[in-house]
Structure formats: C-alpha cells, structure tokens
C-alpha cells in the first residue's frame, strides 16, 4: 500500500470514519477531509453514500444507485453525482 507514491505498512494507517451523511454536500468534503489529515488521518472510510431506507440506518440503502440528493450538487448532470465523487475521491490519492 502507499500514499502519494510513499509504501507504507498496516501499521502506519490511521483511519477515520467519515458519516456521509454528516459530511453534508461534496462541495465541502475537501475541506473537511483536509482538516481530518492536517490531524494525522491518512486513510478514510465513507458510510454508504446512497439514499437511506426507511429505518435511516447508514446500511440500509434504498437504492443502491441512487446517491443521496443532500450529496450531490444541485446541478448534477446525469451521472447522478458519481462524476463528483470520483473528482473527491482521486484528490484523496
């Protein structure tokens, strides 16, 4: 495994969990994702981003291919969103 070209070992990983649905829109994920590395934090996990079911419960998806609308930008083209969260996504690498 690495980080930015640099191999690190299990041991170096220190992991947040990141609740989706209290990160609030993609527009501030870089934000909040770089005050959790300026921390220490060099490796995340992201709660299920798809729209929840009727319990609420981060694991019990509605619909597995539909992201969240409080997500997503308002704007989203018809990717539903999965084009901004792969731009988020390659800026953590």
Same mark, same amino acid.
């Given at each position: 495994?690495?980080?930015?070209?640099?191999?690190?070992?299990?041991?170096?990983?220190?992991? @947040? !969990? =990141?609740?989706?649905?209290?990160?609030?829109?993609?527009? +501030?994920?870089?934000?909040? #994702?770089?005050?959790? %590395?300026?921390?220490?934090?060099?490796?995340?996990?992201?709660?299920?981003? @798809? !729209? =929840?079911?009727?319990?609420?419960?981060?694991?019990?998806? +509605?619909?597995?291919?539909? #992201?969240?609308?409080? %997500?997503?930008?308002?704007?989203?083209?018809?990717?539903?969103?999965?084009?901004?969260?792969?731009?988020?996504?390659?800026?953590?690498?």
């Amino acid at each position: 495994m690495s980080i930015n070209g640099k191999r690190i070992t299990s041991k170096q990983l220190i992991m @947040q !969990t =990141l609740l989706s649905r209290c990160m609030g829109p993609i527009e +501030r994920w870089d934000d909040l #994702i770089k005050q959790e %590395t300026a921390v220490g934090y060099n490796c995340f996990h992201i709660t299920p981003l @798809q !729209t =929840l079911g009727e319990s609420g419960s981060l694991y019990a998806i +509605r619909d597995q291919l539909q #992201i969240a609308s409080s %997500t997503v930008k308002k704007n989203t083209t018809n990717d539903n969103g999965y084009g901004d969260i792969a731009t988020i996504i390659k800026g953590l690498e």
